[in-house]
């Protein structure tokens, strides 16, 4: 302990001997460890960190498996769900939830809330306990029972003032009267399942839980697929003995109703991934990323120690001389490293606290836990422990090369020029590989530059400047009546469209890029598909004036009028791959579609087959990346919501108008709320934010990369000149030309610059597989990419060898006889 204490004390004061070296090195090793830890700590939250739920890893999310050739999740028809609860053995609770929309008043301004209706057991599932009260009973899921709610801590605290009495209290929405029963502490409760197979666990749709009514109507439900399905297992099954089940299970329903499942199948997941979503190849390719940067800082000041180390030869061969050991010498050299690393460490740990705000600002906003990163105890410990490896590991080879070093001929060399020895092949092979890993990152970086590139000119089909889009849902209560939803729009619509600076408005059902509705149909005069083989397509709800607000071009026949309402005969639009996959060749103008949905829910006072009148443009129903779908739309006042989007095409900025609209919505009912708002703008800001993040990042790591093997190659060069002042100055005393001596000292830099890109190309071409899953619209294996960053590092090499070449040329030749 006493010697372990005097090599600290050493090694602090050698350190302190070498001020510039120690800056260098402290500084490249705080970076590389302040971003790693940032990264770690969001790979942490995100995936690492177990859910607040007890025993989360037992929760699991259930899927239906369309019949289609990908077999895509969908959402669970709500006659599938009760038969999975009642033929499952391997679940100790299942239970299913839906979206819900409802809006507060009585208790301050009126409030658009977002929910969920749940089933029974739906909190048993998540093992979540209310902080107040209680959750639903089972009686409260029968038809007739009080309506009841469960509330979110938040809705609690910001419209009821925290009252700790909130237990019993009624509460209005929608115009009824629910009791409070109980208030649920914040978590990730799954509230909202896409048709496109993922779960919403933004905090907007989490403020209330209502109890599902379990009827005989939703039992023998098995066209509307609107349920998200959560499950516990039991302790004595494994994923892959209820996956196995709930197959046979998917497979006997098939057989019994074969008109709404044959060829349907059901997948079981974890529930933890359906949090990460797709974020999670994202994080842990920036994790790598960071980690590849983190190792050629290593592998940097690993080399500037072997350069440190030349330097001290004399002193380790007194050492060894006197008496020192092959372990004191290691340990001496692993301790300076550990020091330096620990410094660095501690500098990294400032970096990432400070960093990480602005990291989190990239974030896109649709992680869940994004408001819980922080660098917490065990993001610090990975950050100690991280520190320690990394000195440990620069540290071992100079340590080696120390342990390997002869007592005369250390003595020897001292005297005069030090031969370039082992420690310049370790230095060479270093370098060769930080460039190697340099070649990977910039590789990356450029692809992810070059797929956001090619995201950005995406044409999404309609014209997404000065629009802004208003979410307005209003009470099925007060508004029961087809021609009451009809009426509340119409006079919206009025008053907006006379606010000055408004071009024009629409109408309309989910606007591009968040389509949520999938809906089945027939072709008039043809015959009906087989079982299973039913057609659907994507369903959209659009008032007069919704292609031209929306800067949507017909290629055929018409859009939308104010004729086409509920008194007149239906018709319909649908865009191009509608009609080039169900018509072909044909004239789709004339053909009628038949629809049940609508009589469903308004029943004669709606038509019931839908005449196609026009034919618009394709336009990204599930974001940029997606490709067109088949799609159909019906007017609004031939099938009228009460939930609706106003879209409004502005002259100016839209975001002045907000406050307007709100004041125009409390004015038609001042009841109503708008419940969200937002620009087309924004929302196409969105769909391009993780590949911004990701090339933002990768970028950065690529230049810090490219940065330090350049010092690299730079610091090796000038190690070299300076070892061999001697050897050169001989040469130019015998008629070298200096000329000769700067191709001699550039050829030695190229060399490493080559063997690192050969070597950097092949490890991107073997990780371009993996990494295709990352980019849009652009090869991971582009040759043009690879032969640029080949030519560009070959470029950068030369010029990081050109200032030690050319002082190689002004070494004084006497001096180096004279040496000799």
């Known amino acids: 302990m006493i010697n372990f204490g005097h090599d600290i004390k050493f090694g602090i004061r050698m350190l302190r001997k070498s001020p510039g070296f120690t800056l260098v090195s402290v500084l490249t ?43 895509e999740r969908f959402r669970v028809a709500p006659g599938n769900f009760y038969d999975w609860r009642e033929r499952s053995g391997s679940f100790e609770k299942m239970a299913a939830f839906g979206s819900s929309g409802m809006t507060l008043t009585g208790a301050g301004d009126p409030e658009q809330l977002r929910g969920a209706v749940i089933s029974t057991g739906y909190f048993d599932v998540l093992g979540a306990k209310p902080i107040i009260g209680r959750t639903f009973l089972t009686e409260e899921h029968t038809p007739g029972k009080d309506r009841v709610i469960v509330l979110s801590q938040a ?136 980690g590849l940067v983190l190792l050629i800082a290593c592998a940097n000041i690993a080399g500037l120690l072997l350069a440190r180390f030349a330097d001290r030869h004399r002193e380790i061969a007194i050492r060894a001389a006197l008496g020192a050991g092959r372990w004191t010498l290691i340990r001496q050299f692993l301790i300076e490293g550990v020091i330096i690393a620990l410094i660095g460490g501690a500098m990294g740990i400032w970096i990432a606290v400070f960093g990480l705000d602005g990291l989190l600002l990239l974030l896109p906003q649709q992680i869940p836990q994004l408001s819980e990163i922080s660098i917490d105890l065990t993001v610090m410990g990975f950050a100690l422990l ?52 340099a070649v990977v990152l910039v590789i990356g970086a450029i692809l992810l530059a070059k797929s956001f590139q090619q995201l950005l000119h995406v044409d999404p089909g309609f014209d997404y400047g000065r629009t802004m889009v208003a979410e307005i849902e209003i009470s099925s209560i007060r508004y029961a009546q087809r021609q009451q939803v009809t009426d509340f729009y119409s006079r919206l619509v009025d008053k907006v469209r006379a606010l000055p600076g408004v071009k024009s408005v629409a109408l309309a059902y989910d606007h591009p890029l968040e389509a949520n509705w999938i809906d089945s149909f027939s072709i008039e005069g043809r015959e009906s598909p087989g079982s299973g083989e039913q057609l659907s397509a994507w369903l959209g709800i659009a008032s007069e004036g919704y292609f031209q607000s929306m800067g949507i071009g017909m290629l055929m026949g018409r859009e939308f009028t104010s004729q086409d309402n509920a008194g007149h005969p239906g018709a319909m639009v649908v865009n191009q791959a509608f009609a080039s996959r169900f018509f072909r060749d044909q004239n789709p103008l004339g053909k009628r579609i038949r629809l049940g949905t609508p009589s469903a829910f308004w029943g004669d006072e709606v038509p019931s087959s839908f005449e196609i009148v026009g034919v618009a443009r394709d336009v990204k129903f599930l974001g940029l990346q997606s490709a067109s779908e088949p799609a159909y739309y019906i007017p609004a006042k031939q099938f009228p919501q009460n939930s609706m989007d106003l879209i409004v095409r502005t002259a100016g900025d839209p975001v002045d108008l907000i406050s307007v609209l709100r004041k125009v919505v409390l004015a038609v009912d001042p009841d109503q709320p708008i419940a969200a708002v937002s620009t087309l703008d924004s929302l196409m800001s969105e769909q391009v934010a993780q590949q911004r993040f990701n090339m933002f990042l990768i970028g950065l790591f690529g230049i810090t990369a490219l940065l330090l093997a350049t010092i690299g190659i730079f610091s090796l060069v000038s190690y070299q000149v300076t070892a061999r002042t001697d050897e050169l100055g001989i040469r130019i005393a015998l008629g070298a030309r200096r000329n000769d001596i700067m191709v001699l000292i550039i050829r030695h830099g190229l060399i490493l610059a080559i063997t690192g890109v050969v070597i950097g190309l092949a490890g991107a071409l073997a990780l371009g597989r993996w990494f295709q899953s990352l980019l849009y619209g652009v090869s991971a294996t582009d040759p043009v990419i690879y032969s640029t960053v080949a030519l560009f590092l070959g470029a950068t090499a030369i010029v990081a060898c050109l200032i030690p070449a050319r002082r190689a040329t002004r070494v004084d030749p006497m001096i180096a006889l004279r040496n000799q």
């Not at 790979?43 to 019949?67: A, C, G, Q, Y």
């Not at 250390?410 to 370098?431: E, T, Y």
């Open 155 to 290: 809705v609690w605290q910001s419209r009821f003032n925290a009252d700790p009495k909130i237990g019993g209290r009624q509460v209005t929405l929608d115009h009824n009267s629910y009791t409070v029963v109980g208030v649920m502490p914040p978590g990730l409760y799954p509230t909202w399942p896409s048709t496109t197979g993922t779960f919403s666990f933004g905090h907007r749709h989490q403020q209330y839980w209502v109890p599902l009514t379990e009827s005989a109507e939703g039992r023998n439900n098995r066209r509307s697929h609107v349920f998200g399905v959560i499950g516990r297992l039991k302790d004595d099954t494994s994923l892959e003995q209820a996956q196995a089940e709930m197959r046979e299970i998917a497979g006997k329903l098939a057989l019994e109703h074969p008109r709404f499942n044959a060829g349907e199948s059901a997948i079981v997941n974890q529930f933890r991934d359906e949090i990460a979503g797709d974020i999670r190849p994202t994080l842990w390719m920036l994790l790598g990323a960071v």
């Open 29 to 71: 090793l705080a970076l590389a460890i302040g971003a790693t830890t940032a990264i770690f700590s969001i790979i942490n939250t995100v995936l690492l960190k177990p859910l607040s739920f007890h025993d989360s890893e037992r929760i699991m999310s259930l899927w239906e498996l369309l019949p289609d050739g990908e077999q």
């Open 386 to 437: 991280l520190s320690v490896a990394t000195g440990l590991l620069f540290g071992i080879i100079p340590a080696w090369q120390a342990s390997q070093t002869r007592m005369q001929q250390g003595l020897k060399d001292c005297g005069r020029g030090s031969s370039l020895g082992s420690h310049h092949r370790f230095r060479s092979f270093l370098v060769a590989s930080q460039i190697s890993l």
